[in-house]
């Protein structure tokens, strides 16, 4: 599988160690890359006449800005420095850049020059990754006067305020325009809120040697679009339906027919074979109105259905009377192919067992979740990577905990989604990604895999047609729809 990797603060501090203390590459080189790769970027984006204030705390942090201001100031462009913290506590790196910096007859201003507003471009430097306690005293006053003023921010490594960890708000924090991360991305550039922090989040490459940057290990990982036709399951020209797999859904009541639907439209979009529901009679002539592709049968079928299936999806619109506790007992006790869990099903599945297998996916929302972990649902959305991790482990079973940033853990690993918008807040999205997990499994993907490949193409498909028809008018069908579209702009190159 493909990924791109994710750090959190300390992991990335450990990097820069091992390319300073094992490579032996001096961290004043390191700092002066990441300054010029900065300036490059304002130059390219900012106007000539621009006015640039470089905010600096004391730590290296602050020793990028100061360069990045001495670099524009020695191209001719108007940079100034000013600095926040006592001149006893700066790094060594960064008052070997305030030195360089006042032999370059830089502009040193107070600090209460940012309230002037005489300033086009503030560039962040106080903390960057190193924060880890919240933002009080002369530094709350600076951050906010910052977010005050008319002035285009770009923050370095991390916006100040803004743990690299968790993306969590430590007390107040910067809110940027844009963000240049140094080496690797960080986690919590990624993760709410620190993603509204950083708005658009560049990766600048500094020149960390290879072998710093395989020395640390992270669990934290996403895909980018260009992910997808590497990992999407082959189709030889010579084939037929069996293929691509015989996808089982048991999902529908007779008061939520639609989800069935949604389920199995979402199965045949991401590419099954053949897709057969396992629904209440009174739901045929509904989805198969809708859906003619789609086979159906009855409950009472159901334990021989299960040898006919590569690949299974519970729960959509099932409900949760003793009929649907019965049906997912027989499925968890009986199922030896993939198994998508999802909805009323999470519910009864956790009456039933506290211990799955790496076979079965999990799809909570936030009230899920907490279902299936006891904790409330402010607790999970405080430590969402932590707590799906916990409840793959746990389980034994695959987790996708469903977000703002979706989760997908194996107890290990963890795979955090970067697509998707607020528009797929909308009833019936949830049973479109169960169905194209579900089709991902019938043809042949491991579980993991299937898992975090549906609910990137799922957020992605989301994306595309919420720019077609807004967020607000957004609808699950409408998703499944879009499914094709994100196919074909990767495979074809057509976005």
Known sequence: MQMRYLYTGPDAKKIDEHAMEVVGMPSLVLMERAAMTVAKLLLERESADARFLAVCGTGNNGGDGMAVARILHEMGYKACITIVG?????????????EIAVGCHVPVIPLSSIKDNEFDVIIDAIFGIG????????????IEDINSSDAIIYALDVPSGIHSGTGKVLGCAVKAETTVTFGVNKLGLILHPGSTYAGEVIIADIGFPKESVKSIKTPYHHFEPDDISKLLPARPDRSHKGDYG???IVAGSEQMGGAAYLSALGAYRMGAGMVKVISPLANRDFLMGRLPEVLFDEPESLEEQLEWADAIVVGPGLGLDDDAQKTVETIINNSYVPTVIDADAIRLCRNITSKLSENFILTPHMKEMSYL??????????DTVNCARDAA???DAIIVCKDFRTVVSDGSECYINVSGNSGMATAGSGDVLSGMIGALLGQGMETFDAAKLGVYIHGLAGDIQAKLLSKNALMASDIADG???VITDQLFNLS
């Not at 006893?88 to 960064?94: C, R, T």
């Open 373 to 382: 972990t006891g904790k409330s649902v402010d607790d999970i959305l405080n």
């Open 393 to 395: 482990y746990d389980f």
């Open 86 to 98: 006592y001149p006893d506590s700066m790094s060594n790196e960064a008052k070997k850049q305030a």
């Open 131 to 142: 924060l880890s306690r919240d933002v009080t005293d002369v530094y709350e006053q600076v």
């Open 483 to 485: 499914i094709g579209k």
């Open 246 to 248: 015989h996808v089982l």
